[in-house]
């Protein structure tokens, strides 16, 4: 049922409207979806840095992140009653509706990212029937940390404290890493 992406040429740069038309985009695709299927709603994406959100890196980590919630999903044999990617420039999508609790997903995911080099790069947003979505935050669980230093993500990116040549570095290593595992 998941069907990873084919590889990409680099596509061009995103502004800042742009992305933020692909945010709203996505929330209202997502709504659509959790009326149609009336189940848990996993909505996936690759937090990328920087302007092109689209490239042959990207596209390794999304289809790494398809495959560890493929075997999550086998493993706790979860019912999945749909599934659609997008292949957008704004970066690459995922949406899987699956009949199993909201809480447990998010659980299930945040151990599978916590299991792969690339797993800070995936963004599992899960959502119950009603629409709730189910944060680290709300779970009572930490923030996720940088991938050059221990501090919080959020911080790091919001005050650009390390260089995006020096993070794009160390994605490059981490997806090479995850490959060969």
């Not at 940088?146 to 919001?158: G, V, W």
């Amino acid at each position: 049922m998941f069907y990873p992406l084919p590889d990409t040429i680099e596509q061009p740069e995103i502004s800042l409207p742009e992305l933020l038309q692909s945010r709203d985009n996505r929330q209202a695709r997502q709504q659509q979806w959790i009326g149609l299927h009336q189940v848990t709603l996993i909505s996936f994406t690759v937090v990328f840095p920087g302007p092109v959100k689209d490239n042959h890196l990207v596209r390794l980590i999304f289809n790494q992140g398809l495959n560890a919630l493929k075997q999550v999903a086998q493993r706790r044999q979860w019912v999945l009653l749909a599934q659609q990617s997008f292949a957008l420039s704004t970066g690459p999508e995922c949406f899987v509706a699956v009949d199993a609790n909201a809480i447990e997903v998010k659980h299930a995911l945040i151990e599978a990212e916590a299991l792969s080099h690339v797993g800070r790069l995936w963004d599992f947003d899960v959502f119950d029937a009603e629409g709730r979505q189910y944060s680290r935050a709300k779970l009572g669980l930490p923030a996720r940390r940088c991938l050059l230093c221990e501090k919080e993500a959020k911080m790091c990116a919001r005050e650009r404290i390390h260089p995006l040549n020096e993070i794009l570095t160390q994605i490059e290593v981490l997806a090479n890493a995850s490959a060969n595992d």
